[in-house]
């Protein structure tokens, strides 16, 4: 009984152990801030919080993103009960503009050497500053929030809102001699070796200590959903799902009864409102973008020549370019993919509405309009009344003129089952070029 019990004290000790050793969990963010880099960041911190992990560790390589999901970012940042590291790498990395925020936002802020961080001053849509009221508005506001996030975590208050106000960047080592971030490690190892040797003060007020040292750094991968919404979200994909499905609804519109170009142009379109949902967009671009299709179809209809289709072609260009509003040029549809779109969907679109065009300009040639202009032949005298041969079938018919049998007509019209008809040679005789033989 005594030996059981020996043994038993050990086995206890070693369990509890295991089970207090808890993982540093790992989310690398290698791209814009978006809705989707938002997601995955709250996802992460509720399943550290859930698993009671030690820390969440967030490599972070971003020239900027959306101050929306910035904000969200942030927030959950803040209000998370386990500690939340970022640190900026590989080296020639950035956590610019937007990147900053979320930088200094964290419980424990790190960088790689030879990277940098700052040029957080808010910009226009295509970068420039925000002109009057408007701008002293965001840039106060923006201002405020570095100030109060970065003096509760007991960092430089002064340099990093003048990151904000002047734009200003720093270097890993700047940073560090600024006291904008806590550490400069050249690995994670090293860094988390760095960081057991000292306390952290949490968002709250509460001082802790976390043993890093020799974790497990499990990483945290991207859902079917998050990885579908990292593609719709590209703006390049965006524009592409736009236009084609425009395409589609306009080839539905030409031909109706297809049902696919319908179906396929509803789903691209679909798809292209739920990413633009997602994105700061212009409405006005893709007006722009829709007006180009008007411009094509009046290329065709008009015959000019292509001078409306090259003005389609330009608005549709325009369009894509000022699709996304924003300064970040990776956010931004590029000048190649709006040409490699817009030119061949707009020889594609005049082409189809020509051949469209061109079929209802054609004479009807089949059921009764197709009987209009045919040359037959008097089986009765019309008089006016008889029967005729025409297109391999007995008609009743009634002559403008009194016609003899076996005289031939031309049919005028059609009233029913019952044609209209005049003498063959008098059709002839003034306009020669429009009888058609039987």
Not at 349 to 364: C, E, G, I, Q, Y
Request: glycine content about 8%.
């Amino acid at each position: 009984m005594r030996l059981r019990s020996f043994l038993l004290v050990p086995t206890l000790v070693l369990c509890w152990s295991a089970l207090s050793r808890a993982d540093v969990l790992k989310v690398v963010v290698d791209d814009t801030i978006q809705a989707a880099t938002a997601e995955r960041i709250e996802r992460a911190i509720d399943r550290a919080t859930a698993d009671k992990d030690a820390a969440v560790l967030i490599e972070l390589n971003t020239p900027g993103g959306a101050g929306d999901a910035m904000q969200q970012i942030m927030q959950k940042i803040i209000a998370s009960p386990v500690p939340v590291i970022i640190y900026i790498t590989p080296s020639g990395g950035r956590a610019a503009s937007a990147g900053f925020f979320i930088l200094e936002s964290a419980d424990i802020a790190a960088m790689a050497p030879g990277t940098n961080t700052g040029a957080a001053h808010p910009v226009g849509p295509f970068g420039g500053d925000i002109p009057g009221v408007m701008g002293d508005k965001v840039l106060n506001d923006v201002s405020a929030l570095m100030r109060s996030v970065v003096s509760k975590r007991g960092r430089n208050v002064e340099v990093a809102e003048s990151a904000v106000r002047q734009s200003k960047s720093f270097t890993d080592s700047e940073a560090l001699s600024e006291k904008l971030i806590d550490y400069v490690a050249p690995n994670e190892q090293d860094l988390l070796r760095q960081i057991s040797a000292h306390p952290i003060k949490r968002f709250n007020g509460d001082t802790t200590t976390l043993n890093l040292v020799g974790q497990k750094e499990p990483v945290m991968g991207e859902t079917l959903k998050e990885r579908i919404l990292a593609v719709l979200m590209e703006p390049d994909v965006a524009f592409v799902l736009l236009a084609i499905g425009a395409l589609a609804l306009y080839a539905e519109f030409n031909h109706p009864g297809a049902v696919w170009p319908g179906t396929v142009g509803i789903v691209f379109i679909l798809l292209a409102i739920f990413a633009m949902h997602l994105l700061p967009i212009r409405f006005a671009a893709v007006v722009l973008i829709f007006a180009s299709f008007v411009l094509f179809a009046l290329d065709a209809k008009f015959g000019t020549h292509g001078a409306l289709a090259v003005g389609g072609i330009a608005t549709l260009v325009i369009g894509a370019l000022l699709l996304i509003d924003t300064p970040i040029p990776e956010m931004r549809v590029h000048l190649a993919t709006a040409l490699a779109v817009a030119i061949p969907l707009g020889v594609i679109t005049v082409f189809l509405m020509s051949v469209a065009l061109r079929a209802r300009r054609n004479k009807v040639v089949t059921g009764m309009e197709g009987l209009v202009g045919q040359i037959g032949t008097a089986r009765t005298t019309l008089a006016p009344a008889g029967k005729v041969f025409v297109h391999g079938a007995i008609w009743d018919a009634v002559a403008s003129a009194d016609v003899p049998i076996g005289e031939r007509v031309v049919v005028e019209g059609v009233d029913g089952l019952q044609l209209r008809v005049m003498p063959a040679r008098s059709k002839e005789g003034s306009n020669p070029e429009k009888a058609i033989l039987a």
